[in-house]
């Protein structure tokens, strides 16, 4: 059979993309919950009151700005190593919530290892680094369960599928044609 093959990380560019925007609203609310709102967030009022800082010139929204931007790049090393979306439109949601606990997992530890190595580990409050994990796991799976739902019901209907003509053996015509029919994931009519 004929059929046009995507690169797997291209494939599920979708997926990719709510697993950063997960992250990233994760990584937001964490923070209005660390720091009941976005006053501290603006640069120009410096660091939060109470607050020593002993880095330079760094403030807290600064530490978490650059938060974001490193779990993004993270994220997405990780998606094209570890191949997390290998089958996912087949997987139960038991089998996606603990596929998305294991890739959350990873991006936090590969992050962990990233400030404690670059010896920032310091400065990050443990409240937020423990709500962005339960976030980023909630809104991961949210997602993924969300925009699963969207493509199957797309693959249900007959318009978006491919016309294919199978030319067999009369005694072996039925057998293929059944197991053909019974894929449901198959993107042909």
Not at 2 to 18: A, E, M, N, V
Not at 114 to 133: A, G, N
């Amino acid at each position: 059979m004929y059929q046009k093959s995507k690169r797997s990380w291209l494939k599920h560019l979708d997926f990719t993309l709510l697993d950063l925007l997960g992250m990233e609203l994760a990584l937001v609310i964490s923070y209005l919950i660390r720091f009941q709102g976005f006053d501290e967030w603006n640069m120009q009022m410096g660091p939060i009151p109470g607050m020593q800082m002993v880095m330079e010139g760094v403030y807290v929204g600064d530490l978490y700005i650059r938060m974001a931007i490193v779990i993004a790049f993270i994220d997405v090393v990780v998606v094209f190593f570890t191949e997390a979306y290998t089958g996912i439109l087949r997987r139960n949601k038991y089998q996606e919530f603990s596929k998305t606990v294991i890739h959350v997992g990873i991006v936090f530890a590969v992050f962990q290892s990233y400030i404690y190595l670059t010896q920032q580990s310091f400065y990050y409050s443990r409240q937020l680094l423990i709500s962005f994990i339960g976030l980023a796991i909630l809104f991961d799976y949210g997602f993924r369960v969300v925009r699963k739902r969207q493509i199957r019901a797309s693959k249900l209907q007959d318009k978006n599928k491919n016309l294919m003509l199978v030319i067999a053996e009369r005694a072996n015509v039925e057998r293929c044609l059944a197991e053909i029919a019974a894929s449901p994931y198959a993107n042909y009519k």
